[in-house]
Nanobody, 120 residues
Framework: QVQVVESGGGLVQAGGSLRLSCAAS????????IEWYRQAPGKQRELVAGISSGGSTNYVDSVKGRFTISRDNAKNTVYLQMNSLKPEDTAVYYCNADRVLPIIGALSHWGQGTQVTVSS
């Protein structure tokens, strides 16, 4: 089993920065990738950024150049550095760890979310 816990959310003014953390525990060796999603009120959850076990990264267009995803394997933690924040970045941010296990197949492990609020 895998558990993920997010932290680092808060209230920040537009143009400011926040760093979110996603700490994984349990069978972390089996994690293929970790992604950050966000969900704003009244909107669907969207993928913000992801990082694979090999270090490959991907970003949604709206955060490219502003957000950076990284990982510290020693701490089993993935970070999302968010710079130049905009009011439209306001959302609950969720961390998800993906695994693919023999026979069982794909599994997703979600955190409880952390609120990010950007004031104008």
């Amino acid at each position: 089993q895998v558990q993920v816990v997010e932290s680092g959310g808060g209230l920040v003014q537009a143009g400011g920065s926040l760093r979110l953390s996603c700490a994984a525990s349990g069978s972390t060796f089996s994690i293929n990738s970790i992604e950050w999603y966000r969900q704003a009120p009244g909107k669907q959850r969207e993928l913000v950024a992801g990082i694979s076990s090999g270090g490959s990264t991907n970003y949604v267009d709206s955060v490219k150049g502003r957000f950076t995803i990284s990982r510290d394997n020693a701490k089993n933690t993935v970070y999302l550095q968010m710079n130049s924040l905009k009011p439209e970045d306001t959302a609950v941010y969720y961390c998800n760890a993906d695994r693919v296990l023999p026979i069982i197949g794909a599994l997703s492990h979600w955190g409880q979310g952390t609120q990010v609020t950007v004031s104008s």
